[in-house]
């Protein structure tokens, strides 16, 4: 794996990255070029890209089945009611949540600036413990098989009936491969085997970072799990564009179909701002910046 990544400069047309001399990976350059999409159809346009060395992803160790209790997406970062915690939140501008009770004690909090930081936090006034947030990692499979990919259509809200990979948030004590393989047998039954990292996006003004890898069908069999109505292989001219559950689906989708229509397999980071105010349903209410690939 690449140890060490060293930004060297930039350019007009990108960055240039090169790994530390103990890295096993020669120069590799990194288009910086953004990725727009068309709101009348939902694909994107193509910019320009190199080569990538894929990425080996150690195998995770085992599939570990367990249910998370409530729905999970881009509009709820948190993927629980503020009733069904110990920390009372309520949203407000931007990524900032209002924390009004401590999940320590329970006291009362206020919200001040601690010293020597500079952003706003929610510091009890009981225990004077500080409550940091931070954003949520959601990990997910493309899963290919037989030149389709497998969505599966959502049993629960948000987005429900629209169709998505299957994807969640990472559990303490997994790695991210290992989340993204318990994910898909949650909401595929199906086992798969990670083959390497496809993309990363940020969603800054939720809060959440998306992991999506690349993976293969251990067996062919595959079922809808209780968060999922259907499970279906689709073909890339047949993937439902115009039915996705989230932008984060729509960009990595399209990412992917480019990708394998090029002949050229790539990792893509890229940062999806959503546009402030807008549904969580409209899930082209979006930019994709920063996007490097390589």
């Avoid at 987005?159 to 595929?188: H, K, Q």
Wanted: charged share 20%; aromatic share 10%; with cysteine.
């Amino acid at each position: 794996m690449l140890k060490a990544v060293q930004i060297l400069g930039c350019c007009s047309s990108g960055f240039v990255w090169k790994p530390r001399s103990s890295g096993g990976f020669s120069f590799i350059s990194v288009s910086a070029k953004p990725l727009s999409y068309s709101l009348s159809s939902g694909r994107a346009t193509r910019m320009d890209s190199s080569f990538l060395p894929e990425f080996a992803v150690r195998r995770a160790r085992s599939l570990r089945a367990f249910r998370a209790p409530s729905a999970r997406s881009e509009s709820n970062p948190d993927g629980r009611s503020a009733s069904s915690s110990s920390v009372a939140v309520q949203s407000s501008a931007g990524n900032v949540r209002k924390i009004n009770f401590c999940q320590w004690c329970g006291g009362p909090t206020k919200h001040e600036i601690p010293h020597g930081e500079e952003k706003m936090r929610a510091i009890c006034t009981v225990c004077g413990k500080i409550a940091y947030q931070n954003p949520k990692m959601v990990v997910g499979c493309l899963i290919e098989h037989d030149n389709k990919v497998l969505l599966c259509k959502r049993k629960i809200q948000p987005s429900y009936g629209l169709w998505t990979l299957p994807a969640g948030y990472m559990e303490i004590g997994e790695s991210a491969a290992e989340g993204a393989i318990r994910e898909t047998w949650e909401e595929a039954n199906a086992e798969v085997e990670v083959l390497s990292p496809f993309a990363q996006l940020d969603i800054p003004l939720i809060g959440q970072t998306y992991i999506i890898f690349l993976a293969n069908l251990k067996k062919p069999q595959f079922s809808p799990g209780p968060e999922s109505s259907e499970c279906q292989l689709f073909s890339l001219d047949d993937i439902p564009f115009d039915s996705l559950a989230f932008s984060s689906m729509l960009v990595t989708l399209n990412l992917y179909v480019e990708d394998v229509k090029a002949g050229k397999p790539k990792f893509h980071y890229g940062t999806i701002n959503k546009r402030p105010g807008t549904s969580p349903s409209d899930i082209h209410a979006f930019t994709l910046d920063y996007h490097l690939q390589s």
